[in-house]
């Protein structure tokens, strides 16, 4: 019987994820700014997340998204990373997430190659948005593969 190549549809979302995460730690080529500690994901939440590699975490994360959905910007990564707000006794809301956060994680894959700024085609009557670079989608399916070899 014959496999077919893996990609990055091919395998769980969680488990690539974390393989992704962890080689971005591993290659340090992530740069990791002071705040990183002290900084929240969203209006929404109340503390900083616990998990030390919540960054390396998020970055892969932004990666597959942008991997399986093309011409991603910074508005559209805020709706899909936001959440609902806790405001007491008055009813909950939805917030978007923080955008100095997510346009951090988008610069930093811009400087290693994995995506790039989309000015090809026009999405609901406007250019931009991101997409993943050849050497990104390289790099993506190798994790991938690694993962389904692994099973």
Same mark, same amino acid.
């Given at each position: 019987?014959?496999?077919?190549?893996?990609?990055?549809?091919?395998?769980?979302?969680?488990?690539?994820?974390?393989?992704?995460?962890?080689?971005?730690?591993?290659?340090?080529?992530?740069?990791?700014?002071?705040?990183?500690?002290?900084?929240?994901?969203?209006?929404?939440?109340?503390?900083?997340?616990?998990?030390?590699?919540?960054?390396?975490?998020?970055? *892969? =994360?932004?990666?597959?998204?942008? +991997? %399986?959905?093309?011409? #991603?910007?910074?508005?559209?990564?805020?709706? &899909?990373?936001?959440?609902?707000?806790?405001?007491?006794?008055?009813?909950?809301?939805?917030?978007? *997430? =923080?955008?100095?956060?997510?346009? +951090? %994680?988008?610069?930093? #894959?811009?400087?290693?190659?994995?995506?790039? &700024?989309?000015?090809?085609?026009?999405?609901?009557?406007?250019?931009?948005?991101?997409?993943?670079?050849?050497?990104?989608?390289?790099?993506?399916?190798?994790?991938?593969?690694?993962?389904?070899?692994?099973?």
């Amino acid at each position: 019987m014959e496999r077919k190549p893996q990609s990055v549809k091919d395998v769980p979302a969680a488990e690539f994820i974390a393989a992704y995460a962890a080689y971005l730690k591993r290659t340090d080529k992530l740069k990791i700014p002071v705040w990183v500690d002290y900084v929240k994901t969203g209006k929404n939440k109340e503390l900083a997340p616990y998990d030390k590699d919540w960054l390396y975490i998020r970055a *892969a =994360s932004i990666a597959r998204k942008v +991997y %399986l959905r093309p011409n #991603l910007g910074v508005k559209t990564l805020r709706k &899909l990373y936001g959440g609902s707000q806790n405001n007491g006794t008055a009813p909950s809301h939805y917030v978007t *997430a =923080s955008g100095k956060l997510l346009r +951090y %994680l988008v610069d930093q #894959l811009e400087k290693l190659k994995i995506v790039e &700024l989309d000015h090809s085609e026009k999405v609901r009557g406007k250019t931009g948005g991101r997409r993943i670079t050849r050497h990104g989608q390289q790099e993506l399916d190798s994790i991938a593969r690694q993962l389904a070899g692994s099973a």
